[in-house]
């Protein structure tokens, strides 16, 4: 039903690629999302094969019409023991396919992926955070935020 396929720094990843993970988020995080050149940095900075820098994208396609229907980015910390070394910055799920289990695919591809701790921020209201906190995602720490 579906395929899943990881976009990594030492691969060679198409602008088209990249386009049409940046399109699927930011049509498909709705209310959480954020601007597109925001989805792009995010990106770069997780294929980027720069010190200081990367992650990986998990695309989740329907094997009928090879059109994505899910999609993460995780970038690295680079922080390891006191900080996780990874966060989850975006996932989203089409919104024809929510509730057929693919969030929990994505998220257990994901986590066997990923070296180390993933962290990730979810917004009190957004019904993904029951999957996460089944998943084993706990809540340690308020987060406070100074903007300048």
Do not use: W
């Amino acid at each position: 039903m579906f395929e899943f396929n990881f976009l990594m720094p030492q691969d060679r990843v198409t602008g088209s690629q990249i386009r049409e993970v940046v399109d699927f988020l930011y049509t498909h995080l709705e209310q959480y999302g954020d601007k597109k050149e925001d989805i792009l940095k995010c990106i770069h900075y997780a294929l980027s094969e720069e010190p200081g820098f990367g992650g990986f994208v998990l695309t989740a396609k329907d094997k009928s019409n090879q059109e994505i229907v899910g999609a993460v980015i995780i970038n690295e910390t680079g922080m390891e023991g006191y900080i996780p070394e990874n966060i989850l910055v975006y996932i989203a799920v089409h919104g024809g396919y929510r509730g057929k289990g693919l969030g929990k695919s994505l998220m257990e591809n994901v986590i066997e992926k990923a070296n180390g701790g993933i962290a990730l921020h979810v917004e009190p209201d957004n019904p993904a955070r029951r999957l996460y906190e089944r998943i084993g995602f706990t809540n340690k720490y308020l987060e406070m935020r100074y903007q300048k």
